[in-house]
């Protein structure tokens, strides 16, 4: 390959590709990767690189943006352990869309101390994140899939246990107290007893309240987590030799059977559109295999729909429908009308103080009824 005509020097470079000017300054996470090309002459993988740079440069979800060599949350430069690793990755070429939307969920929490401590409690536990911006934990649960403490809450596949997020302690100084629990390998070994089960929970960083000290920092507490597997080789976890299979990788696929994915690439905006115009058919994308339709999904622009999980839909919605009541019912007991319960289930940003108090009340109206039904028997 012919030369690249280009300027190198310490802090800048610049170089021509496909008759187009390129530059970059020393900030740039591939700055050094080109420098190195360019030092050693290596002229085919400039046009690479220089494709890989414009992907880089401006890469967004929702509030973070990364911008050359720094990320930004709201326009403020961040430097912590997660947005270093995520400069890393851009540097090594891989992808970084997970980590940016789970850099967003984290931002979103309101307690500082949950913000500070959870990323690098997970890079500590090797616990890995999703690829929808949550992160997996441990549960050790009762043979009937009921929690070991009070053996009332269900953590059966599929169930969102919660509770009012006022209620759990954020003292991490606590170290037995009041929250849903979930935990890494070196905890889950001293809480499992023979005949329990053992759950894979998904928790939103945004919903954990605190990391609490005891057992070198290796559970914690929040209000609420999805279930969303039965740990399968029990084995290695319980004796604290290794994490299940399925938790032996940094970003988990966990929505990435081939129907899920479809449902994904279906409800994009880019895809919608491309439908309604002609320029895609619904009946090619069905027939998709899980790579081609992996790759598509890949190559769309990070959307900002809401994505499968429940953790993402109205908590107000999902806990009253898990429990089984009618809008009325709640209505009721919280001396509302039937639609301003439906209203506040509508949207997803309603106040941590509504949604507690909900949650209360779901809760009580839940219990009694278990009890007329348990009379009635």
Known sequence: MKPVHHILQDHYLSVIVNGRPFSLNSSHPTFAAMKRALERKRWASIPRLVNVAETVKNQSQGSIKMDGGKVFYKGRPVDTSLTRRIVQLVKDNKPVKSMLVFMDNLYKNPDQNAINELYDWLMRCNLPITDDGCFMAYKAVRH????????????????????????????????????????????????????????????????????????????????????????????????????????????????????????????????????????????????????????????????????????????????????????????????????????????????????????AAIKVVSERKQKVQAAAA
């Not at 390998?185 to 609490?212: A, C, E, M, T």
């Not at 898990?322 to 319960?341: C, F, I, N, S, W």
């Open 144 to 359: 009937d899939y009921m929690d070991k403490h009070t053996g009332s809450v269900d953590n059966a596949v599929g169930k969102v246990p919660s509770m009012p997020r006022k209620d759990v302690d954020p003292n991490r100084a606590n170290e037995c107290s009041h929250g849903l629990h979930f935990c890494s390998l070196n905890y889950v070994k001293s809480f499992y007893q023979n005949g329990d089960k053992l759950v894979g929970v998904k928790i939103n960083p945004k919903d954990v309240v605190s990391i609490p000290a005891d057992y070198n920092y290796s559970k914690g507490r929040t209000w609420r987590y999805e279930v969303v597997m039965e740990i399968a080789d029990t084995d290695p976890v319980i004796q604290g030799t290794a994490d299940s299979v399925i938790f032996q990788t940094a970003v988990l696929p966990v929505e990435s059977d081939r129907k899920k994915l479809l449902e994904k690439v279906l409800s994009h905006p880019t895809v919608r559109r491309a439908l309604k115009k002609r320029k895609l058919k619904v009946g090619n994308l069905k027939k998709g295999t899980l790579g081609r339709l992996t790759k598509l999904y890949a190559r769309l622009p990070i959307s900002n729909a809401v994505p499968q999980s429940k953790l993402y839909e109205n908590p107000i919605k999902v806990a009253r429908e898990q429990a089984g009541l009618r809008l009325v019912e709640l209505a009721e007991e919280m001396d509302l009308t039937p639609k301003e319960v439906y209203d506040s289930e509508r949207f997803a940003n309603a106040t941590q103080t509504k949604i507690d108090a909900f949650i």
